[in-house]
């Protein structure tokens, strides 16, 4: 008994008989079909949008003995069918997806520009009425426009034939696709037949799983993309905070993949057996992204201390102000001085004025001297010599100001002088230890979060990157082996940027030489990875690094590193 057949819904032919086409034994059906589950198990693990696509297309073809097809996707305006994979065998055509070339061919519009459904295309036909189009033979159809496959054929010697455009709906019967075969083969003979009804139903059950395939994929990069733009918008709040060190939040992740994915191609040295997959990349960008969040509770006054004196404003201010007063009173009393010997009318006078300008001259020299040096140790920088630290404490007492009938005051106060005093950079040691619990608050904040399977580590990654090797990091004081190679690839992204960043407020970023030669230090003192620094230093990441994020004067020679 012959097997129903089913109608095309334009040009009414009917599927081919058994007879008239691919005939497949029941052996060659069972196999197809244990290679559709092959292909649907497949497809459900594949993550890359343009290997998913691309392997739903050749397995179509496969499965059909089909020579040549094409994959549309509806575009985002519902309007048109965009061209994502092109592939015919026998003239080795490969476009879009993984290959080299891409697609460069226009639209399918839907509807015509009166409105009226486009049905004098395969595809779009498809599409619009969510049916399957079966056609034994291009040439003899007269309900389609074949002319542009005409042209092709003419100007490559091709001869298109048996077609089958196949609509790709999701679960919500949502168009999503058309998958198109073109020019199906008989295995025994190698010549060109219509598509059998088993081709048609294969292909249609294909299409069905790969629709769940690409809605789920489609749901997962969604997922990812709103993920991410929160991720940025954490970032953009501390970015927000500080004009300073904004750039940081965005910095450190390129850095950090740079580093990775040199350490990922080593081939030879300690770190040759350290691979990541894509997923395991993702989830370290993920975690580049996020290593600083916890810096939303820092307080603004401390990630933006520009200057030791900083608060809400720079105090200086009020030194430089003190400093007018204690000019001022040596000014009237210098004038109080002249007045009263010129009252009495000394001998010498004209010297004995001389004598008190000349010393309030070398009063005013003085104090501009002295505020010229608070400016100067204000601005913070990388050390402050011990003589530095003796003549603030002397500045203390060496003036004395007074505000109306007030009591004589201490020219600096206690907060003042401990701020003055700061050895390197603009932060106290309370005021360290509040930027350095902005890790502690990463932790927590991202330990609250239920991540997948494939982010479990994120938390760790992210939480890492203070730690040192020889165990003198923070916040939980871990050694090497208790740090993943993520962690510590982190870390040596999260010193680099910061030594060579040109937005911090306390000092101009460093020019590539010295910053190497500083990570050389931090390599030899325990501080960062000695090996993953190795092939930092070596794979010249730091250029890489530098060509894309620092001014030209920064990028020097980088000689041997000590």
Not at 322 to 346: I, S, T, W
Not at 460 to 468: L, N, S
């Amino acid at each position: 008994m012959a097997r129903p057949v089913e109608q095309c819904p334009v040009s009414g032919r009917q599927g081919v008989e058994p007879g008239e086409g691919v005939v497949d034994s029941i052996v060659s059906l069972l196999k197809r079909l244990d290679q559709l589950n092959e292909i649907g198990v497949s497809l459900s693990r594949e993550r890359d949008i343009n290997r998913l696509l691309e392997n739903i297309l050749v397995a179509a073809k496969d499965i059909t003995h089909a020579d040549g097809g094409t994959l549309y996707r509806v575009t985002e305006d519902g309007k048109a069918l965009r061209f994502e994979i092109m592939r015919t065998q026998s003239l080795g055509i490969a476009k879009g997806g993984t290959a080299s070339e891409g697609i460069d061919l226009p639209t399918l519009p839907l509807h015509l520009a009166d409105g009226k459904p486009n049905d004098s295309l395969v595809a779009a036909y498809a599409a619009i009425h969510h049916q399957t189009v079966n056609i034994a033979d291009a040439y003899t159809e007269p309900n389609f426009d074949f002319s542009g496959t005409k042209q092709f054929d003419q100007r490559t010697g091709y001869h298109s034939q048996s077609f089958l455009a196949v609509p790709m709906k999701n679960h919500e019967g949502e168009l999503i696709g058309v998958l198109q075969l073109i020019n199906a083969i008989d295995p025994a003979t190698g010549k060109v037949v219509p598509f059998h009804q088993a081709d048609q139903s294969l292909a249609e059950s294909l299409a069905s799983q790969a629709a769940i395939a690409i809605t789920n994929r489609d749901l997962v990069i969604q997922l990812e993309t709103l993920f991410e733009a929160f991720i940025g918008l954490i970032n953009l709040a501390v970015d927000e905070k500080s004009q300073h060190t904004g750039g940081h939040c965005q910095r450190v992740p390129e850095l950090t993949l740079m580093i990775a994915d040199a350490v990922n191609a080593a081939q030879d040295g300690p770190m040759a057996t350290f691979r990541m997959s894509e997923r395991d990349r993702y989830e370290l960008k993920i975690a580049a992204l996020l290593h600083d969040c916890g810096k939303v509770t820092t307080p603004v006054h401390v990630v933006d201390k520009a200057t030791k004196l900083q608060t809400l404003f720079d105090r200086a201010d009020l030194i430089q102000t003190r400093f007018e007063v204690v000019r001022r009173d040596a000014q009237v009393k210098a004038l109080e001085a002249k007045l009263a010997a010129q009252a009495h009318g000394v001998d010498g006078l004209n010297e004995r004025l001389e004598a008190i300008d000349a010393a309030f001259q070398a009063t005013s020299r003085e104090i501009d001297a002295d505020w010229e040096f608070v400016q100067a140790i204000n601005r913070g920088g990388e050390a402050m010599r011990e003589e530095d630290i003796q003549r603030v404490r002397d500045l203390r007492n060496k003036y004395q100001w007074t505000v109306g009938e007030s009591e004589p005051r201490s020219f600096l106060t206690e907060d003042e002088l401990e701020n003055l005093s700061i050895r390197a950079g603009t932060l106290t040691g309370p005021e360290r230890e509040i930027i350095n619990h902005h890790i502690v608050a990463t932790i927590k904040m991202l330990e609250q979060l239920p991540w997948p399977k494939h982010l479990k580590h994120v938390p760790e990654f992210a939480g890492g990157h203070h730690e040192r090797m020889d165990g003198k990091g923070y916040p939980k004081g871990l050694k090497r082996d208790e740090m993943s190679v993520q962690a510590r690839i982190m870390g040596i992204a999260d010193i680099f940027e910061a030594l060579t960043a040109k937005d911090r407020p306390y000092k101009q970023g460093m020019k590539l030489s010295q910053a190497m030669q500083i990570m050389a230090k931090f390599k030899a003192g325990g501080h960062i990875d000695p090996d993953l620094f190795d092939v930092f230093a070596q794979s010249k990441v730091y250029l890489q690094y530098a060509q894309q994020f620092l001014d030209p004067w920064q990028i020097d020679e980088v000689g041997a590193l000590n």
